[in-house]
């Protein structure tokens, strides 16, 4: 099985490129007979009264999965620093290791920059298209301007880390998402996107509130120059108003099942 390992910070950028890449086909965890087999610690999740799908091992190549090992950035602990230049988000925890999590940011010019805070995190939330995303893509998000319930239909997925600057809410989030050709790549209207599995594991490490820094393109090229500009950049992906709203889709959905201990 694929496991996160222990990484020298000498090691660790050179190891997490060559993890799978020299591997015609990478380690996987087998499900049950009949089943699909996943990459460890990305398959099925059952979560809330919902059964969410694994993510098949073709997204997960190369460095567009979870690992861990010694944070070698520059920000401090108990932090959250995103590259967006180079698709990753970093868990800094207090003794200086780190998990890395493959994320799909914004397109040119639709990504927030500098430092933020997360006060408010939330399990399965819903999802409105902001003024702006009305006003700027309407043929995109313009069916959806009544917003989505939490669900297995709400584009936010399975979690959402909502960012602030001072008490004002940027309107930009963390969040779980099932477009899983976007991890890796740039293709959000300015959110920080991960899969599921990822933003569920993330969720359960982190503390409110928490410190962001997305990092500048300078900061990208001091740090981790071997990654600039990975993946490439998507055009937005129209979703029909009948495929996320209509009544056959509707009565296949419910609202999640929270645990109130």
Aim: glycine content about 12%; charged content about 25%; proline content about 8%.
């Amino acid at each position: 099985m694929i496991t996160t390992g222990e990484l020298t910070r000498r090691s660790f950028g050179a190891m997490m490129l060559g993890t799978v890449a020299a591997c015609s086909q990478p380690p996987v965890v087998s499900g049950p007979a009949g089943s699909t087999n996943f990459i460890d610690g990305y398959g099925p999740i059952e979560d809330s009264g919902y059964n969410l799908p694994g993510i098949p091992s073709r997204y997960l190549q190369g460095v567009n999965r979870r690992m861990s090992g010694i944070y070698n950035g520059e920000q401090g602990p108990n932090t959250l620093d995103v590259d967006p230049y180079a698709k990753f988000l970093y868990h800094v925890r207090a003794d200086g290791t780190t998990t890395r999590y493959p994320v799909g940011v914004g397109r040119a010019g639709r990504s927030i920059r500098g430092m933020a805070t997360i006060k408010l995190k939330r399990k399965w939330p819903g999802w409105t298209p902001t003024q702006n995303m009305l006003r700027t893509e309407p043929e995109v998000y313009g069916d959806f301007r009544g917003g989505i319930p939490g669900g297995l239909r709400s584009p936010l997925g399975a979690r959402a880390l909502y960012l602030f600057r001072g008490n004002r809410d940027t309107f930009y989030r963390i969040h779980g998402t099932n477009d899983l050709d976007s991890i890796g790549n740039s293709g959000s209207a300015g959110c920080i996107r991960m899969f599921n599995q990822d933003v569920i594991h993330l969720f359960d490490q982190i503390e409110v509130p928490m410190q962001v820094n997305i990092r500048s393109r300078e900061e990208s090229l001091r740090v981790d120059p071997e990654n600039y500009e990975r993946g490439v950049e998507l055009p937005p992906k129209i979703i029909s108003a009948e495929e996320l709203l209509g009544p056959e889709a509707e009565a296949l959905d419910r609202p999640p099942v929270f645990d109130e201990s």
